[in-house]
């Protein structure tokens, strides 16, 4: 059974920093990404990234969120500086074996099949 976990959300300042974590058991992923989605809005990709190592971000978290992975324990990192108040969402972990998503797509939720419950990330002002 493949199972997907977050951990790490709270609720911070803005200008703080937050990191969240995400655990795979089950099954291996080569393409993990972070989406959120705030309430009343749509589900968005926020952070991506293939089994090659290559990143991509959403252009409203470029330069404040860093994506990682680590192969071997396979899990997936979000670090998270200098939030805002619109940061505040829930977030989720999101992943598939396949070991390169084109870069089209790739913050496309419809791109990943296997998703985790979510963490709440909340940032007051």
């Known amino acids: 059974q493949i199972q997907v976990m977050e951990s790490g959300g709270g609720s911070v300042q803005a200008g703080g920093s937050l990191r969240l974590s995400c655990g795979v058991s089950?099954?291996?992923?080569?393409?993990m990404a972070w989406f959120r989605q705030a309430p009343g809005k749509e589900r968005e990709g926020v952070a991506c990234i293939n089994g090659d190592g290559d990143t991509g971000y959403a252009d409203s978290v470029k330069d404040r969120f860093t994506i990682s992975k680590d192969h071997a324990e396979n899990r997936l990192y979000l670090q998270m500086s200098s939030l805002k108040p619109e940061d505040t969402a829930m977030y989720y972990c999101?992943?598939?074996?396949?070991?390169?998503?084109?870069?089209?797509?790739?913050?496309?939720?419809?791109?990943?099949?296997?998703w985790g419950q979510g963490t709440q990330v909340t940032v007051s002002s």
């Open positions: 089950g099954d291996r992923f080569f393409s």
């Open positions: 999101a992943g598939r074996r396949l070991y390169r998503i084109n870069k089209n797509s790739w913050l496309s939720s419809s791109e990943y099949r296997y």
